[in-house]
């Protein structure tokens, strides 16, 4: 009779915690996991291969060796290297994850080593053969594992070792500088602690620069990332026009083009123009162009700047007090704005400037003295500003080359002219209007024989008109209207200037008649001599003035008939004649009477 059937004996499937101990206090999971975590002795591993290293070279996956004591320990490269390829691939598991198959084979290897644990002698001696090469296969698998964790640490602490070595480099320059420097409006570019470090405090100051919102903290990050290969000397041009840009409502300028473009050069900005060698020598940018703001600090480290017009804009507040480092400048018109303040005293420093005009601003005080050393003046126009006071006596002194000379609408108190004003000796322009002065003009006012023009109205001179005037061979307008206090006459000499085109003596205090000589200025254009107290006829020499377009002589005490020779004129030459024909003076040629 044949014995029954033996069920089939399957282990089964217990699912264990090795963190949980039991009741006893010892610990629940398996021996052989015991074995995985208990640490290795000096004994496991040769001492050859034992190094104080995070990562020892016989933790390489390269499979388990048996010691003398016949226990498993990590196999070393030597180890590996004198076992054939089949050896080396039966007694090393698969690198990476293990598979499905894997797990549950270690599984049931453990469930097996418990239950061989329980069995007497004989059921040991039956499964022996059959669990042992499991229990085998399962520590190797294990202890592979171990291997494998223990790579994966060791790959943290480099990763954490290497984030830290970047955040020591990137901020190791930050750190020199000893201020903090923020992005704007993008992460920081790696360039721009060198920028940073270049700029302040040299050219901004890191108040300034670190200042959240400000035109400077705008511009730092552009700069940085367009100047990656530039010069200093090319990142510090660029960043003051950026500046600039910035503080100037730049975004909406009607004509911008090529400004802040991160690929093209300054040079090449609109209304930039530079030197061979890349340097600004020109900044010219034109009139109601929407510019609102004022003119920042940084403007004077362009150093190659040799023309700065912003004439007709929008711009405000006080310039810098640096503005004469600008040595190298030759033409600075800042013309119709809003600038206030007081006149630099630093702008004696420029020493090549020619050009100089500061019309229709807001400025106060008195003219600085040192504007005396710019001996290469040519053009000072300070009109219709608020300055005060008189003018330095050196100033004059110093401008020997000036030709053109505006200092009308403001509100000087002199006295009278100074007379130093003589040694202008290149001056061809004079303009004094609305000035307040007081006094005589002076004599060697006309003696300047090159002088054009000379303008002084609505002011308080007094005396008559000098006869010195025809030294003046070059004087083409004569122009004193406004002058209530002058009195005198119309002086003869007056004859004498042949390049004489216009003469304005109107509403003033002088009395006696017309002179005939008046007659020889054949260059007479206008004349225009009403609100006095002449008297006498109208001479027929006025007549040979051909080229005469304009006469006033209404609001006189001028009696009598108005000459042929001059009616000639008004037919054949439209000649605007204004006379008082409707009460003294008989005019048949006349169209307007007063």
Not at 232 to 251: E, T
Not at 368 to 394: C, E, F, H, Y
Not at 503 to 524: H, K
Request: glycine fraction near 6%; charge should be negative.
């Amino acid at each position: 009779q044949l014995p029954a059937p033996q069920p089939e004996r399957r282990p089964p499937q217990i699912q264990f915690d090795p963190y949980i101990e039991d009741r006893d206090g010892a610990s629940s999971q398996p021996d052989f996991m015991n074995e995985r975590y208990r640490p290795l002795s000096t004994n496991d591993v040769d001492s050859d291969n034992t190094s104080n290293q995070p990562c020892p070279e016989n933790y390489f996956g390269l499979g388990p060796s048996r010691s003398e004591s016949n226990e498993l320990v990590p196999m070393t490269i030597h180890e590996d290297s004198e076992l054939s390829n089949s050896q080396r691939r039966e007694r090393t598991p698969r690198r990476g994850m293990m598979n499905r198959s894997m797990t549950q084979r270690i599984l049931h290897g453990s469930q097996a080593v418990q239950n061989t644990q329980a069995d007497d002698s004989d059921s040991e001696d039956t499964h022996s053969g059959s669990d042992k090469p499991i229990e085998e296969e399962t520590q190797i698998a294990l202890k592979s594992v171990g291997i494998f964790s223990h790579m994966d640490l060791c790959g943290v602490f480099t990763g954490i070792f290497l984030a830290a070595l970047l955040i020591l480099v990137i901020s190791l320059p930050i750190a020199l500088t000893g201020s903090d420097i923020r992005p704007t409006s993008a992460p920081m570019h790696w360039n721009q602690p060198h920028v940073y470090s270049l700029l302040v405090p040299r050219i901004t100051s890191a108040s300034d620069m670190n200042k959240v919102g400000s035109p400077q903290y705008k511009v730092l990050s552009y700069v940085a990332i367009t100047s990656i290969l530039d010069e200093p000397a090319m990142v510090i041009q660029k960043y003051v026009l950026s500046v600039i840009y910035s503080f100037n409502n730049g975004d909406n300028w009607h004509r911008k083009r090529h400004w802040m473009s991160p690929d093209v050069t300054v040079c090449k900005w609109e209304f930039v123009i530079c030197d061979d060698n890349g340097g600004i020598t020109n900044l010219t940018i034109p009139r109601n162009n929407n510019i609102q703001g004022f003119l920042p600090e940084e403007i004077v480290h362009l150093t190659s700047l040799k023309v700065l017009v912003l004439t007709g804009n929008n711009l405000f507040g006080t310039l810098p007090q640096r503005i004469g480092e600008l040595t190298n400048l030759e033409t600075l018109c800042l013309d119709q704005n809003r600038f206030g303040g007081m006149i630099p005293s630093s702008f004696g420093k420029m020493a090549n400037l020619k050009t100089l005009t500061v019309r229709k601003n807001l400025f106060v005080g008195t003219i600085p003295s040192s504007m005396g050393s710019l001996n290469q003046l040519v053009k000072l126009d300070l009109q219709a500003n608020s300055l005060t006071g008189t003018i330095p006596r050196n100033v004059f002194a110093g401008l020997t080359n000036l030709q053109y000379l505006y200092l009308g609408n403001n509100l000087f108190s002199m006295q009278r002219i100074p007379k130093q004003i003589s040694s202008l000796t290149n001056v061809l322009r004079i303009d004094l209007e609305h000035t307040s002065i007081s006094g005589t003009l002076p004599a060697d006012l006309f003696s300047l024989s090159k002088l054009e023009y000379l303008r002084v109205t609505d002011s308080e001179l007094i005396g008559p008109i000098p006869k010195y005037v025809e030294s003046s061979s070059s004087l083409m307008y004569l122009l004193l209207p406004n002058n209530r206090f002058f009195n005198g006459t119309i002086p003869t000499e007056l004859g004498t200037l042949k390049n004489l085109t216009q003469l304005d003596v109107s509403f003033c205090a002088l009395s006696g008649s017309i002179p005939s000589e008046i007659g020889n200025a054949t260059s007479l254009i206008s004349v225009d001599l009403p609100d006095n107290d002449l008297t006498g006829t109208v001479p027929d020499s006025i007549g040979k003035l051909t080229k005469l377009n304009n006469m006033r002589i209404n609001r006189n005490d001028i009696k009598g008939s108005i000459p042929d020779t001059v009616c000639e004129l008004v037919n054949t030459q439209s000649l605007v004649l204004m006379v008082d024909c409707k009460y003294d003076i008989t005019c048949e040629c006349c169209e307007v009477c007063t």
